[in-house]
């Protein structure tokens, strides 16, 4: 079983910046592939961006594009969204997802493992 645990969410001012972390543990291997989701009020969860472990190869959708980075640190089996340039829109519960079986996946149903999420807030 892999479990994830997210922190940094809180309350910013738009044009802010907030670092999500999630802390990975269980049984992970570097072929898994790491993902951020969010869920925004009355809306779906939708991607955010993910990164392949082993490649760094990454992914962003269009709405954070050039705002949000996403990392990981392999050693301390950690994942990072760093989020800038925050926007009203960006509120949501941010969700930590790993995926064991996609090369590239970009939906809800390609991820096997979640965390239980975190606020993030941003005020206008």
């Known amino acids: 079983q892999v479990q994830l645990v997210e922190s940094g969410g809180g309350l910013v001012q738009a044009g802010g910046s907030l670092r999500l972390s999630c802390a990975v543990s269980g049984r992970t291997f570097s072929s898994y592939v790491m993902g951020w989701f969010r869920r925004a009020p009355g809306k779906e969860r939708e991607i955010v961006s993910r990164i392949r472990r082993s490649s760094g190869s990454t992914y962003y959708s269009d709405s954070v594009k050039g705002r949000f980075t996403i990392s990981t640190d392999n050693a301390k089996n950690m994942v990072f969204l760093q989020m800038n340039s925050l926007k009203p829109e960006d509120t949501a519960v941010y969700y930590c997802?790993?995926?064991?079986?996609?090369?590239?996946?970009?939906?809800?149903?390609?991820?096997?493992?979640w965390g239980q999420g975190t606020q993030v807030t941003v005020s206008s």
């Open positions: 997802a790993a995926s064991r079986d996609y090369y590239y996946p970009t939906t809800e149903s390609e991820f096997d493992y």
